[in-house]
């Protein structure tokens, strides 16, 4: 029957073919040698020219890099605020790899490009060119983002069509078989990124699950079908071409055979085109499908759970380059807490330690903690901390340098995976929502003297719970300057914060990182509220910030700080008039203007009640006094009513050490009370370390002591009043008992008591008696 009719049979394979020979060697020049060599090119031009290029223009250019950030992304912020321009080009990149798909089938059926499929083609390779500069824009022209499978994809379809279309007379016959079957790949790609951007929030977590299976099995047959039939078409190359060796029985067998048909074999495919047939052959056969299929299944037992395994937690942490420095931050918390639970302080700690401002010098971090980010009851890894890293936001090179590690964290060889032996800084942080804090700053020392004693050169930050939780600390060997109360922290800023407006705002912004586009930021979103203000008057700004924005970037280069210096004196003109009275904006820059210094009393206040002397210093100097350092310690806002000491220490908000000058000491240097201070600390760090561990596990172990005799002795019945003690009428008199030795030591022992079980946080409360008189000597140490 004639090629060109239509067959009517319906047996695959029976139908009129039209047999195509296309040579190896011509089409892998066209389909292979031409895109790895412009790949080549692509890669070394965009490390030598267009990254030093957009590094400089990221860093000099603020609107440069405010469009890139607000409209297409990079890897320092992948949310864009404004997505328009990202689903517009994935969207036409999604038509225009569907049609391309369409035709490739088309063209794989006519055995010839037509005029059509040319026009489509060349629509297409445009598309699909500014589609591949945005996404290596997104990733910042690093070197991983060119050898990601749509850059790899669009590398092997683009280079073909264009030498294509650049031949005026198409001579070669192979143009209608290329690998344009592969942009399939691209619908599952873009539907992806559409569904980063949130355009998808409207459908459903069912629709988008199916959507998205559908996409996936749709690129798995139509790739692997593509890539057999070109396979089929071109034939083996030379160099592969197979040697048959003729059986007895008939069949044309080869070792590359032998592998193919046992593959399939082991795998319960079976296609039946061979089939042994000795019977010495048939005996080994049988034994060899029983142990494959067998070790089938427990090869995919293995993989699976070392794929569970390896998501995260296995493995060790190894530096990338000889100079590299990592920062180790172990996650203590107990029982049946889960690390995200932490969640809101890894994104902070992260947001700080990888700000973008300074991404040249960015470290490494590993977190390591005693089990999986997001547990299942099963206890398998949940959701990933990968996955988590992307979901609040931090891109490819972000992520890159943070990994997530699971061990024992008592463990030498454990914390030896995380490096925390030549790290530069290791942080042992716990959960702060705990219901017993005591308990988990107790395990959390001994954590952390665990980990000076596998590694003495560590440098260690130790993160406490309850303030009295230090004293344990310093005597457990950890150093006064390595260890800080969270809840210390907390009482102190706020106690401070009530009596000096703005305290709050000051230390926010001296902990956070800022640009001139945080400032602007911060301008925009204060101007609506400024419109609506009933007083017209506009708020002047002073140079405040400018001055800390200038601190904080001077670390990073004198080109950024040149660039911030003036960017930001124009932002400030040009936004002045958009602030309306606004009280919060007022604070904050007022805040960030100012800064604490230490300094020593003049003699004129000495004999001063602490809230006289706070209100004469702000009266003469506006200077807010905040602290003073006594018996070996900084007191915030003390309230007893002891008079000042000559040349006290004290510590004051303010926004220049001149202000001072007028209250301060002027007979010694400013740097003397800097001295009084680290000797009155290293004493005490001394005394701490002469008691040593052993007291600290007696004071620990006392402690259990009392807790368990107290819980074990039944309270005694109170009456309800005094007619139930007495009941004939009687009272007794009234008489005042001399208090024995003897009761004095035992309403220490139980106000220790109470201390021990944190009745109270404030060292200023009655429970704390006992401490008072142990450091001042009228106690022994050895309870």
């Keep these: ?64 890099s405010k469009c890139v950030k607000t409209y297409i992304g990079n890897d320092q912020a992948h949310e864009v605020r404004h997505s328009g321009i990202v689903v517009l080009l994935s969207l036409a990149q999604v038509g225009s790899s569907l049609l391309q798909t369409v035709m490739w089938t088309m063209n794989v059926y006519n055995h010839r490009v037509s005029d059509f499929v040319t026009v489509a083609l060349a629509v297409g390779s445009a598309i699909d060119i500014i ?40 001579e070669c016959d192979h143009a209608w078989l290329s690998l344009h079957y592969l942009r399939i790949y691209h619908l599952l790609f873009n539907f992806l990124k559409i569904r980063e951007t949130g355009q998808l929030e409207h459908i459903n977590d069912f629709m988008q699950t199916i959507l998205l299976s559908i996409l996936r099995l749709g690129c798995l047959v139509m790739i692997s079908a593509g890539t057999i039939f070109t396979l089929e078409v071109l034939g083996d190359p030379s160099f592969m071409v197979d040697n048959f060796v003729r059986t007895a029985g008939g069949d044309n067998i080869s ?31 049988s034994g060899f499908v029983v142990v494959g299929v067998g070790y089938i299944f427990w090869i995919q037992l293995q993989f699976q759970n070392a794929w569970s395994m390896a998501r995260e937690g296995s493995g060790r942490y190894r530096k990338a380059t000889k100079d590299s420095e990592h920062i180790v931050v172990i996650l203590c918390f107990r029982g049946s807490s889960k690390p995200e639970q932490m969640a809101s302080l890894v994104r902070g700690f992260l947001d700080e330690v990888l700000h973008d401002g300074g991404h040249n010098n960015w470290p490494f971090v590993v977190f390591f903690a005693p089990t999986f980010w997001s547990p299942t009851a099963s206890g398998s890894p949940g959701k990933t901390f990968q996955e988590f890293l992307r979901e609040c936001g931090f891109g490819t090179e972000m992520s890159g340098r943070v990994s997530y590690l699971v061990g024992d964290v008592t463990d030498k060889a454990s914390l030896g995976r995380a490096g925390v032996g030549y790290s530069s800084m290791t942080f042992l942080i716990p959960q702060t929502n705990t219901s017993v804090p005591d308990q988990d700053d107790e395990l959390n020392i001994y954590t952390a003297s665990a980990i000076r004693n596998f590694f003495p050169d560590v440098r260690l930050r130790l993160m406490l719970l309850r303030p009295r939780s230090k004293e344990l600390a310093l005597q457990a060997g950890i150093e006064l300057s390595r260890c800080f109360s969270l809840r210390e922290l907390k009482a102190h800023m706020l106690a401070q914060n009530i009596r000096c407006r703005g305290f709050l705002p000051m230390i926010s912004g001296m902990m956070m990182s800022a640009d001139a586009q945080d400032l ?32 904080r970037t001077s670390t990073r280069g004198s080109a950024r700080t040149t660039e911030l210096s003036r960017s930001s004196t124009q932002d400030v003109h040009r936004n002045s008039t958009m602030l309306q009275q606004q009280e919060w904006v007022e604070q904050y820059m007022e805040g960030l203007s100012r800064s604490v210094f230490g300094f020593e009393l003049s003699e004129d206040f000495t004999g001063y009640k602490f809230g006289m002397a706070v209100s004469r210093i702000f009266k003469e100097t506006g200077a807010v006094v905040v602290g003073i350092f006594k018996a070996g310690r900084v007191s915030i806002c003390p309230q007893d009513k002891i008079p000042l000491a000559p040349h006290t220490i004290c510590f004051a908000i303010c926004r220049s050490r001149e202000d001072l000058v007028a209250v301060a000491r ?92 944190g009745d109270s946080d404030s060292e200023d409360g009655q429970d704390l008696s006992a401490l008072r008189m142990r450091r001042n000597g009228s106690m022994p140490h050895n309870r």
């Design 1 to 64: 029957a004639d090629a060109g009719l239509v067959c009517a049979e319906t047996i695959p394979g029976t139908c009129p073919a039209e047999f195509v020979r296309i040579a190896w060697e011509d089409w892998f020049v066209d389909n292979g040698l031409w895109p790895v060599i412009v790949q080549f090119c692509a890669v070394v031009l965009s490390q030598l020219v267009a990254k030093p290029l957009y590094d400089t223009a990221i860093r000099r250019n603020s609107y440069f």
């Design 131 to 170: 589609k591949w500069f945005l996404h290596r824009l997104q990733g910042s022209f690093l070197l991983h983002s060119f050898f990601e499978m749509d850059a790899l994809i669009d590398v092997l379809t683009i280079v073909p069509a264009i030498i294509f279309l650049s031949r005026e007379t198409c």
């Design 255 to 285: 070792f590359a055979q032998m592998v193919y048909w046992i593959i399939i074999s082991i795998t319960t495919v079976g296609y039946g085109d061979f089939a042994p047939r000795n019977v010495i052959s048939r005996a080994a056969t």
């Design 520 to 551: 602007e930021k911060a301008l925009r979103q204060a101007a609506p509220v400024a419109a609506k203000s009933p007083d017209p008057a506009p708020f002047i700004m002073t140079s405040a910030p400018l001055s800390i924005f200038r601190r």
């Design 666 to 757: 002027s007979d010694v240097d400013e740097s003397h009370w800097r001295e009084k201070v680290f000797r009155a600390r290293h004493m005490q760090v001394k005394r701490m370390q002469t008691e040593g561990p052993h007291f600290a596990a007696v004071e620990l172990l006392g402690k259990y002591v009392r807790t368990s005799m107290v819980q074990k002795v039944p309270e005694p019945s109170v009456p309800n009043s005094a007619e139930d003690a007495f009941p004939n009428g009687m009272l007794p008199p009234v008489t005042k008992k001399r208090t024995s030795s003897k009761e004095k030591m035992n309403g220490v022992m139980r106000s220790t008591s109470s201390y021990a079980e």
